[in-house]
């Protein structure tokens, strides 16, 4: 669970820094009989499910029900576990977990509590030997304003390949095998019109790209509310920059960072896979990458996934992109 934590920063760093030492994990279990259903899902067949979902300023967040309980799950390909929200989900016994430290984005965290939870069902998709944590949330439904129940992350997606779809606000989940081959292989009306590779590094997307001609190392997160661009990334990167504004980041524990927002331009992937201009920070993202355990220089989100409809593959460490539709009036 090295990054719990450290997620809940990316997605809400244009507001609040949310590690702090107060902010402990802890974990769950789960029989057979408690399920997550996505009330609002449209079940394919047994391999596909289509799921629409809505966005909380910038974060993707679906509605579900588990323990019957009904809110919000927010997708984020960039927590490792099944996070469940302390507020919601109490833990009544804490004995008999594994225990260890999680670096955080300021400080180092409480001891974590992980546990395996011997099966997890996702709608009609049968899960086993899943990990789930439990972590107090309050902070993000207070300033997000919503009723949230948890975070969906990497140990369940990995299980399928992930369609995220901004134009028709849906992800569409598609079971694969172990080669990361779907079962259902009918799944897209749209045309796939360009691919890229990727490397998972632990659980973390890593990309190799470009600002302008200097090559930089990317990861991808939808749950980055703003992309981040590591400040010692290079003179010359770093003149596409355009910053705008300050903006003071500060976490429950009154530590306080001042990062620079503004714009970056000429980003792309490959010669074919470019894009416009995106919203993004320029900070410091050394401790980040200690939690990540690799070396980034910057980090993707929903600014990335506003410009592409993207394909997650997992097991064939692939991003697969789609046409977007053609808007008429």
């Known amino acids: 669970m090295k990054k719990v934590l450290l997620c809940i920063w990316l997605y809400l760093s244009a507001i609040t820094m949310l590690i702090a030492e107060d902010h402990r994990a802890r974990s769950v279990f789960f029989s057979s009989d408690q399920n997550i259903v996505f009330s609002e899902a449209e079940i394919l067949n047994e391999y596909t499910a289509r799921i629409p979902f809505k966005l909380v300023d910038r974060l993707i967040v ?25 507020v919601h989900f109490p833990l009544k016994y804490e004995h008999g977990n594994r225990k260890r430290q999680t670096t955080g984005v300021i400080e180092v965290v409480d001891d974590t509590f992980e546990q395996n939870v011997k099966e997890f069902i996702l709608q009609n998709f049968n899960l086993k030997n899943k990990t789930s944590d439990i972590v107090n949330l309050s902070h993000i439904e207070r300033t997000k304003k919503m009723r949230l129940l948890g975070i969906i992350g990497y140990n369940i997606l990995k299980d399928y390949e992930v369609f995220i779809d901004m134009h028709l606000n849906q992800i569409t989940l598609s079971k694969v095998d172990a080669y990361g081959n779907k079962y259902d292989k009918n799944v897209y009306a749209e045309k796939i019109i360009d691919t890229v590779s990727f490397k998972l590094k632990n659980h973390t997307i890593v990309l190799e790209g470009f600002v302008g001609d200097k090559k930089v190392t990317f990861g991808l997160d ?108």
């Open 222 to 329: 939808t749950a980055a509310e703003f992309n981040q661009i590591d400040k010692k990334l290079g003179r010359k990167a770093l003149k596409l920059f355009y910053p705008k504004k300050r903006m003071l980041l500060s976490g429950a524990s009154d530590h306080k960072i001042e990062v620079v927002a503004g714009k970056l331009f000429r980003v792309r992937l490959s010669e074919t896979i470019y894009f416009g201009p995106m919203n993004t920070i320029l900070t410091n993202l050394n401790k980040m990458n200690v939690a990540f355990g690799t070396k980034l220089d910057g980090v993707l989100g929903y600014e990335f996934f506003q410009q592409k409809r993207t394909i997650i593959n997992y097991q064939k460490e692939k991003l697969y992109f789609v046409n977007s539709p053609i808007l008429r009036n």
């Open 62 to 86: 679906v509605e579900a029900e588990l323990l019957n309980k009904k809110g919000n799950f927010i997708i984020d390909t960039g927590s490792e576990t099944l996070i469940l929200n302390e």
